[in-house]
């Protein structure tokens, strides 16, 4: 069925390294891929998204790739931080009605 | 504060028992969402509503689940004779109907014992 899925469920860091998140996604009709951060006792909180006609997006600290021929998404997250442990959705996007189906996260821990 | 908002945060109930949460969505938005998540995972979609109409609802919500949004602001999610495999986190969302994204509110932790 389709389904959105990550390859790493923890990833370690060093602080001040790069992180990079990856995931796969097997529903090509989904019109746009988020990035979701969710910390310890919060819901989810967005964080980047990309359109499903673009390859790279990129914000403060982050960039969102979409690799639609292996239909790959990641995430990467620059000069990782203390404040960025948590565990991190990718999330597809249909057009009707704006919902979200997730994959299963990858936490991430940020290692002083 | 003016973001999502969810009560109570955590219920313990024991098997049997129904229990309903309450939603309040970002006052603008027009559409509200229910999702499931249990511990590691990500959250699974329950159901919408779009003001007050409750457009789709997910294989997952069965009969025993019933959401409601009767005046197109806040909605509440009621689990009838609750089971252990209930326990989950009820995460509700909202967003506007152009927006890419939903922003979520901070959860109620329900535990069945």
């Known amino acids: 069925g389709e389904s959105v899925g990550l390859h790493l469920p923890t990833l370690s860091v060093q602080e001040g390294d790069n992180s990079i998140i990856n995931c796969a996604y097997s529903n090509s009709a989904s019109d746009y891929f988020i990035w979701y951060k969710q910390e310890s006792g919060k819901g989810p909180q967005f964080i980047i998204d990309?359109?499903?006609?673009?390859d790279k997006r990129q914000g403060q600290r982050v960039t969102v790739l979409l690799n639609k021929t292996v239909k790959h998404l990641s995430l990467q997250i620059a000069a990782t931080q203390p404040g960025d442990s948590a565990v991190y959705f990718c999330?597809?996007?249909?057009?009707?009605?704006?919902?979200?189906?997730f994959g299963g996260g990858t936490r991430v821990l940020v290692k002083p | 504060d003016t973001g999502v908002s969810q009560d109570p945060r955590h219920k313990i109930t024991k098997r049997g028992q129904n229990v309903t949460f309450r939603c309040d969505p970002i006052?603008?938005?027009?559409?509200l969402y229910w999702y499931r998540q249990t511990l590691g995972q990500g959250p699974e979609f329950l159901t919408y509503?779009?003001?007050?109409?409750?457009?789709?609802k997910s294989r997952l919500l069965s009969d025993r689940f019933s959401a409601e949004r009767p005046k197109g602001s806040f909605s509440t999610l009621e689990i009838q004779r609750t089971e252990q495999g209930d326990s989950a986190m009820y995460l509700c969302?909202?967003?506007?109907?152009?927006?890419?994204?939903?922003?979520f509110g901070p959860g109620t932790r329900l535990t069945v014992t």
């Open positions: 006052s603008e938005h027009n559409r």
């Open positions: 990309i359109r499903s006609n673009m």
């Open positions: 509503f779009q003001n007050e109409a409750q457009l789709e």
């Open positions: 969302a909202s967003s506007l109907a152009g927006d890419r994204g939903s922003y």
């Open positions: 999330a597809e996007r249909r057009a009707a009605g704006n919902k979200l189906t």
